[in-house]
């Protein structure tokens, strides 16, 4: 269900990027409240005046329809927190907004973090000393995005006037403690940890450790990350109480790769009470739960009862679609062999369950040795290899067309070994179970979960004894068929069937491919879209290797062909990086404050307005601006380099296009030095003479 959930926070973000062009309610004139999609927004204050060189506490609350939230600083697996821009007359100014202590919001496959019902934001007013008594206006524009099923952006102007009194007497007294909405929100604001508490976080390759120490901790309920991609928002977090303390144990996000610095979170007790920490991370082990302690979720069990979680989740690990096909093609051999001896299928069954266990111990050995040499890796980890993930992505994609009828590689065609794994003998079932574990660590099934994080924080022999259950579980349903031939009389009989099945199978594959892409991009950070386009581009190269191999079946040249294409499906995602490392270091972020500040430095700017979606953009960047000769001429001139990304609605952007005259992309623009010369636009089709001769006009 994870696509599904990564396109729900794709729905989320889009329509977040909507904001600039929602029309506010309100004018700016009153505090509210003002009625919107699903909620009234309303600015509230402690009272309606300020000493000179004093503050007072002030409010937005936020009224939400039944069913309906708005989210936390941190919004979770998907949302934006809400948002407040000032306008203030000289000598007034306000803080950020302050984000009460959230609650979890599961949706689905996700977990966000916000606010149902209603919610007050608190915040502070101040005024300077020389701030001029009298009336003061200030307004505030607000946006925010309420969620229920779907999401909906919002935005409000709301405003009030405040009385600003000359400095307050030395012998008045000091303001009371505030009531109200504001008083309630205050107090439900997240306090530092208490005198004599503390918190040591630790990490193992699966998991962030957080362990606090307190004389009076309450009991402690859910944690809250500050900041985003650490912890898996809508897994479970399992903790241990034991005297003076409590431990959480928190699954590592996919995207962490590398275990951050310090973890900054919330710790939410069962009465509403928030601790906000912040602690170094550390990878040394973290320190024995007292014996007599208690857990939720199964922490303490002895070693048994996490073999046979090992075990389970081994066998359910066979109903993952990354696992399945091959199960399928492997029971479907089964039953064309129906007719050999009994010893024969037993000995296929062995060879297959030793081609598993075998690849599960290398796989362990290996993570060990990593480990052992400093390297902080979780089960899985081979998906942190960008080449690892894109020959994986590329072999499952070729196998899923063989299926779909592109072309025929045989039913016993399931390793990458090709040849190894084709044979009908003992060899061809070791290698479909080494195939069985590649494409099953990405899976972690039901009930391994905890089982593969307390593998991997035992000795090196426990860890083994763990994943050797694994393996055995994986290994058991074929393994069954095969020790009891009689048991193969319960599949139906091949037929027809079986192509339409297999056909429908290649679906599973496509499906793991599409998530090995989503991988794939993750991998890069923020270049991750263009590297996923890259390996789709190598999909398609492997695509027409599927047509040589179905166009010379069975001969040399569609082999040859076949792995020529293969492997430049597989170098292209993996090539160009360094390339795109120095046109992103060539190009500095566009801003309006940058042009001005590189015409005070007496230099020129020239200005590429482009968008990911805009396909001209891309040509007129290879083809002209990245050139050799462009470049150079860049460089002899001191030009400054800027990228409008307009890929996303931004106004600014807007409105520098439109200010020459333009209002899409591509626009290209130099602005010559000193700024007082008119801008020179260029054509929207360049070449490298285009380019040159502009810059040698403009830079006379």
Same mark, same amino acid.
């Given at each position: 269900?994870?696509?599904?959930?990564?396109?729900l926070a794709l729905w989320a973000v889009v329509c977040a990027s909507g904001y600039a062009q929602i029309e506010p309610v309100g004018d700016g004139k009153t505090p509210g409240p003002l009625k919107a999609q699903h909620l009234t927004v309303e600015l509230v204050t402690q009272?309606?005046?300020?000493?000179?060189?004093?503050?007072?506490?002030?409010?937005?609350?936020?009224?939400?329809?039944?069913?309906?939230?708005?989210?936390?600083?941190?919004?979770?697996?998907?949302?934006?927190?809400?948002?407040?821009?000032?306008?203030?007359?000289?000598?007034?100014?306000?803080?950020?907004?302050?984000?009460?202590?959230?609650?979890?919001? %599961?949706?689905?496959?996700?977990?966000?973090?916000?606010?149902?019902?209603?919610?007050?934001?608190?915040?502070?007013?101040?005024?300077? +000393?020389?701030?001029?008594?009298?009336?003061?206006?200030?307004?505030?524009?607000?946006?925010?995005?309420?969620?229920?099923?779907?999401?909906?952006?919002?935005?409000?102007?709301?405003?009030?006037?405040?009385?600003?009194?000359?400095?307050?007497?030395?012998? +008045?007294?000091?303001?009371?403690?505030?009531?109200?909405?504001?008083?309630?929100?205050?107090?439900?604001?997240?306090?530092?940890?208490?005198?004599?508490?503390?918190?040591?976080?630790?990490?193992?390759?699966?998991?962030?450790?957080?362990?606090?120490?307190?004389?009076?901790?309450?009991?402690?309920?859910?944690?809250?990350?500050?900041?985003?991609?650490?912890?898996?928002?809508?897994?479970?977090?399992?903790?241990?109480?034991?005297?003076?303390?409590?431990?959480?144990?928190?699954?590592?996000?996919?995207?962490?790769?590398?275990?951050?610095? +310090?973890?900054?979170?919330?710790?939410?007790?069962?009465?509403?009470?928030?601790? +906000?920490?912040?602690?170094?991370?550390?990878?040394?082990?973290?320190?024995?739960?007292?014996?007599?302690?208690?857990?939720?979720?199964?922490?303490?069990?002895?070693?048994?009862?996490?073999?046979?979680?090992?075990?389970?989740?081994?066998?359910?690990?066979?109903?993952?679609?990354?696992?399945?096909?091959?199960?399928?093609?492997?029971?479907?051999?089964?039953?064309?062999?129906?007719?050999?001896? =009994?010893? =024969?299928?037993?000995?296929?069954?062995?060879?297959?369950?030793?081609?598993?266990?075998?690849?599960?111990?290398?796989?362990?050995?290996? #993570?060990?040795?990593?480990?052992?040499?400093?390297?902080?890796?979780?089960?899985?980890?081979?998906?942190?290899?960008?080449?690892?993930?894109?020959?994986?992505?590329?072999?499952?994609?070729?196998?899923?067309?063989?299926?779909?009828?592109?072309?025929?590689?045989?039913?016993?065609?399931?390793?990458?070994?090709?040849?190894?794994?084709?044979?009908?003998?003992?060899?061809?079932?070791?290698?479909?179970?080494?195939?069985?574990?590649?494409?099953?660590?990405?899976?972690?099934?039901?009930?391994?979960?905890?089982?593969?994080?307390?593998?991997?924080?035992?000795?090196?022999?426990?860890?083994?004894?763990?994943?050797?259950?694994?393996?055995?579980?994986?290994?058991?349903?074929?393994?069954?068929?095969?020790?009891?031939?009689?048991?193969?009389?319960?599949?139906?009989?091949?037929?027809?069937?079986?192509?339409?099945?297999?056909?429908?199978?290649?679906?599973?594959?496509?499906?793991?491919?599409?998530?090995?892409?989503?991988?794939?991009?993750?991998?890069?950070?923020?270049?991750?879209?263009?590297?996923?386009?890259? #390996?789709?581009?190598?999909?398609?190269?492997?695509?027409?290797?599927?047509?040589?191999?179905?166009?010379?079946?069975?001969?040399?040249?569609?082999?040859?062909?076949?792995?020529?294409?293969?492997?430049?499906?597989?170098?292209?995602?993996?090539?160009?990086?360094?390339?795109?490392?120095?046109?992103?270091? =060539?190009?500095? %972020?566009?801003?309006?404050?940058?042009?001005?500040?590189?015409?005070?430095?007496?230099?020129?700017?020239?200005?590429?307005?482009?968008?990911?979606?805009?396909?001209?953009?891309?040509?007129?960047?290879?083809?002209?601006?990245?050139?050799?000769?462009?470049?150079? =001429?860049?460089?002899?001139?001191?030009?400054?380099?800027?990228?409008?990304?307009?890929?996303?609605?931004?106004?600014?952007?807007?409105?520098?296009?439109?200010?020459?005259?333009?209002?899409?992309? %591509?626009?290209?623009?130099?602005?010559?030095?000193?700024?007082?010369?008119?801008?020179?636009?260029?054509?929207?089709?360049?070449?490298?003479?285009?380019?040159?001769?502009?810059?040698?006009?403009?830079?006379?």
């Open positions: 269900m994870k696509w599904l959930g990564r396109l009272h309606p005046y300020v000493y000179a060189g004093g503050e007072f506490n002030a409010g937005l609350i936020f009224t939400l329809e039944e069913g309906w939230h708005v989210y936390w600083l941190n919004a979770g697996d998907s949302g934006e927190p809400p948002h407040a821009k000032w306008t203030m007359p000289a000598g007034i100014a306000a803080t950020d907004l302050k984000f009460p202590v959230p609650q979890r919001l %599961p949706l689905g496959p996700l977990m966000d973090f916000g606010y149902e019902e209603g919610v007050t934001f608190p915040f502070t007013l101040k005024a300077t +000393e020389k701030a001029k008594p009298g009336k003061a206006h200030i307004e505030a524009k607000v946006d925010w995005l309420v969620c229920a099923q779907v999401c909906l952006p919002g935005k409000a102007v709301l405003g009030m006037d405040l009385d600003v009194l000359p400095a307050k007497p030395a012998e +008045e007294k000091s303001d009371e403690a505030p009531v109200g909405a504001i008083g309630s929100a205050l107090k439900s604001l997240p306090t530092p940890l208490p005198d004599g508490a503390k918190v040591a976080v630790n990490a193992t390759p699966t998991e962030l450790l957080v362990t606090l120490r307190s004389p009076d901790k309450g009991e402690v309920w859910e944690f809250y990350p500050f900041d985003q991609e650490q912890i898996k928002n809508a897994a479970t977090q399992r903790l241990e109480s034991f005297p003076g303390g409590v431990r959480i144990h928190l699954a590592k996000a996919e995207e962490l790769t590398k275990n951050p610095a +310090e973890l900054h979170g919330l710790i939410k007790l069962d009465d509403g009470w928030g601790y +906000e920490f912040r602690a170094p991370v550390s990878t040394a082990a973290a320190a024995a739960v007292p014996a007599g302690s208690t857990a939720n979720g199964g922490a303490g069990a002895e070693i048994w009862g996490f073999l046979g979680l090992a075990f389970l989740g081994g066998i359910v690990l066979n109903l993952m679609p990354c696992v399945f096909p091959v199960l399928f093609l492997k029971a479907l051999a089964l039953v064309q062999s129906a007719g050999e001896e =009994r010893k =024969r299928q037993r000995s296929h069954g062995v060879a297959y369950t030793a081609g598993i266990v075998v690849s599960f111990w290398a796989i362990v050995a290996l #993570l060990l040795l990593l480990r052992a040499g400093g390297s902080q890796l979780g089960w899985g980890f081979q998906l942190q290899s960008p080449g690892f993930v894109a020959l994986l992505a590329a072999f499952l994609f070729l196998f899923g067309l063989s299926l779909a009828g592109m072309f025929d590689i045989g039913l016993s065609l399931t390793s990458v070994g090709g040849g190894l794994a084709a044979k009908q003998g003992y060899t061809g079932s070791f290698f479909t179970g080494v195939l069985a574990t590649i494409v099953a660590t990405p899976c972690t099934a039901p009930l391994m979960g905890a089982a593969i994080g307390f593998a991997l924080a035992q000795p090196a022999w426990v860890t083994f004894a763990i994943f050797t259950a694994v393996a055995l579980g994986l290994a058991l349903p074929y393994m069954l068929l095969s020790l009891q031939p009689a048991w193969t009389r319960i599949l139906p009989r091949p037929g027809a069937w079986m192509e339409t099945l297999k056909e429908f199978t290649s679906l599973f594959l496509f499906g793991t491919v599409v998530w090995l892409v989503w991988v794939f991009g993750r991998l890069f950070g923020e270049d991750g879209v263009d590297r996923a386009v890259r #390996l789709l581009a190598g999909l398609l190269l492997i695509a027409v290797a599927g047509w040589a191999m179905r166009r010379w079946q069975g001969k040399w040249l569609g082999v040859a062909i076949a792995v020529l294409l293969i492997i430049g499906g597989v170098a292209i995602p993996l090539t160009g990086q360094k390339a795109a490392e120095e046109e992103k270091a =060539r190009w500095a %972020p566009w801003s309006d404050a940058a042009v001005q500040q590189a015409h005070t430095e007496g230099k020129a700017v020239f200005v590429d307005y482009t968008a990911a979606w805009c396909l001209s953009c891309q040509v007129n960047e290879r083809v002209a601006l990245n050139s050799d000769e462009v470049q150079a =001429r860049f460089k002899k001139g001191n030009v400054v380099l800027m990228k409008a990304d307009w890929t996303k609605y931004d106004p600014a952007i807007t409105e520098a296009l439109h200010a020459v005259g333009r209002s899409g992309v %591509p626009t290209y623009v130099i602005y010559p030095a000193g700024g007082a010369a008119k801008p020179d636009v260029l054509p929207e089709l360049l070449s490298k003479s285009i380019v040159i001769d502009a810059l040698d006009k403009d830079l006379k």
